[in-house]
């Protein structure tokens, strides 16, 4: 894209857990399990120890596949001549879809008690979804600012 953007987004997930929470959730977590574990040991009920041991792995394993779904994002840019959106999937791997803003409709799904549900993009009969990992207030904040980027690319 040799033109200047008229609208650039960066969409990641929101973890409402940061890296040095986790940390000290890990440790007190950690802890107070593995305490049990060795008092459960000592009093021979090692069954009850091997669960605490399968539960201390359950917990850390969903926050590790929590935290790799996290690294997931796209990036959007519009410019007067095209509109591309690159998908970055958590391991990594990019896609890259361009469309032409002419003939590109920002579509959104929305109930009344919840908000944006749902925003898509469709062109020429090829459906593109974006941004379905947003929270609701992220989704509407975007919809308005890319919604009014890919209304203001059509005038040019």
């Known amino acids: 894209m040799n033109e200047k953007p ?10 409402s857990l940061e890296r040095r929470g ?3 959730f890990a440790i007190i977590v950690g802890s ?6 060795v008092i459960f040991l000592i009093a021979k009920a090692w069954p009850v120890a091997m669960f605490l041991g399968a539960d201390l792995i359950l917990i850390f ?3 590790w596949l929590n935290y790799r779904a996290g690294r997931e994002r796209e990036e959007i840019v519009v410019s007067r ?6 998908k970055v999937s958590p391991s ?4 890259e879809r361009l469309f032409n803003p002419i003939w590109t409709k920002f579509m959104v799904d929305r109930k009344e008690d919840i908000g944006i549900t749902d ?5 020429k009969g090829d459906d593109l979804r974006i941004g379905s990992f947003l929270n609701p207030d992220d989704r509407e904040s975007f919809a308005r600012a890319f919604g009014g980027a890919l209304a203001t690319a059509k005038r040019r």
């Open 81 to 86: 001549l095209e509109l591309k959106v690159s």
């Open 92 to 95: 990594g791997r990019r896609k």
């Open 22 to 24: 986790f940390t000290v």
């Open 61 to 63: 394993g969903a926050f």
């Open 32 to 37: 107070l399990l593995m305490a049990h574990i």
């Open 119 to 123: 925003m898509k993009l469709r062109s």
């Open 6 to 15: 008229i609208f650039e987004a960066f969409l990641t997930p929101h973890r």
